[in-house]
């Protein structure tokens, strides 16, 4: 094969990326949600296509030696009347206090978090441990989807660590990345 050749496949398949890119890529819907081929925010998880639109902030306290109390707020940007489904995913070492794994929630109003609870043992700051929860349900014929994880070292995560290195370069550029 020669140069020619293969620069000349080269720029074509690009063009044709590109294209595709351009027909397929990420906008805002209506509401604001981010649409993908049309699709409002659908992606994919472990559980195939769906629309991650259930927005969770998860936090924990110590109650006592024994226990922690786990509190997921779930947030729904529109009224949504129907059950949403959860289940819990605790790390190796955390078990159960009380109450279940699993469970339904309904009534959710726009943008007001409901908050669901549970209480576990052996959540330590010591060693870092995660903990999970998955919101799942149906809206227009559509599965709805959201999940969080929960960091006890929250400055060892992922996000906390590309957070520090955006505001050191920022800190070193003398720009906002905001």
Do not use: C
């Amino acid at each position: 094969m020669s140069l020619k050749y293969t620069l000349l496949s080269f720029f074509a398949l690009a063009v044709a990326v590109g294209g595709a890119y351009s027909k397929f890529r990420t906008t805002e819907s209506k509401v604001g949600f981010p649409t993908f081929a049309g699709q409002t925010g659908s992606v994919y998880s472990n559980r195939g296509v769906v629309d991650r639109i259930i927005k969770i902030e998860m936090h924990y306290k110590q109650m006592n030696d024994d226990f922690q109390l786990l509190t997921a707020e779930i947030t729904m940007p529109f009224d949504y009347n129907e059950a949403l489904e959860y289940k819990w995913n605790l790390a190796e070492n955390v078990t159960l206090a009380d109450a279940a794994l699993t469970g339904t929630t309904a009534n959710l109003k726009a943008n007001i978090p409901k908050k669901i609870q549970l209480r576990v043992r052996g959540l330590t700051k010591i060693e870092n441990r995660f903990v999970g929860i998955e919101v799942s349900g149906q809206k227009n014929q559509r599965r709805i989807y959201g999940e969080s994880l929960l960091s006890t070292q929250e400055h060892k995560s992922f996000e906390k660590i590309v957070q520090n290195v955006e505001k050191i370069k920022t800190s070193r550029n003398g720009k906002s990345s905001d």
